[in-house]
């Protein structure tokens, strides 16, 4: 009978090369460290330890580095990101001017960010409708509408 313990490297390999493409397509560097552990587990499969040594020392690695690396490798790569809100989470909070009358309903503000959205009132607004003219901030977006309320302006 043929001891199939004699081509654990040919697994290691194929395990390296599979964590290798998903990380290409993940680039989360999870993978990555993982692949990093079954090059150590190649490497006391060449040393000709057992497979189940094999098998804890990669995944003790594999452990090690995510723990220790990966956070590290994640900093630096997020280092130089925008931090400037995009998308709906740039929208949320926003100020703008009603344009046509706002009720629970329906009506149409335009944001702060020249943007005109159609819109409708929070249902815990103080107001029944908000008139063409008034000034209101977007507190949730919902698919293609704003959900806003009136500002209360300065008596000044």
Known sequence: MVDLTQYTWIVWLILILVCVIIELLTLEFTFLMI???????????????????????????????????????????????????????????????????????????KLANGETWTARLAPDADEQVVGAGASVRVVVVDGATVVIVPVERDSA
Do not use: C, K
């Not at 330890?49 to 690396?69: G, M, N, Y």
């Open 35 to 109: 692949a990093f552990g079954s090059v150590a587990g190649l490497g006391v499969d060449l040393l000709g330890w057992e497979w189940w040594a094999q098998i804890l020392i990669a995944a003790a690695v594999s452990v090690l580095l995510i723990l220790t690396i990966r956070p590290v490798m994640l900093r630096y790569m997020r280092r130089g990101a925008d931090p400037t809100p995009s998308n709906v989470a740039a929208i949320l909070g926003m100020s703008g001017r009603v344009v046509s009358s706002v009720s629970e309903a329906a009506g149409l503000v």
